[in-house]
């Protein structure tokens, strides 16, 4: 199982996330901008989860 660990999600760590979340099984988040939080939305939202 792969887990993602997104500390502080800045545009850098969204684009590796959209890399990674693919493979991914747990995506675990860590956030404090509530603009990240939308972001993050709509990155996971473009990701093929089975």
């Not at 099984?25 to 093929?48: G, N, T």
């Amino acid at each position: 199982m792969t887990k993602v660990l997104l500390v502080g999600a800045g545009r850098m760590g969204l684009q590796h996330l959209r890399g990674v979340a693919n493979d991914a099984k747990e995506i675990v988040v860590v956030y404090h901008k509530s603009d990240v939080e939308q972001r993050l939305h709509e990155v996971l939202d473009a990701c093929d989860f089975d």
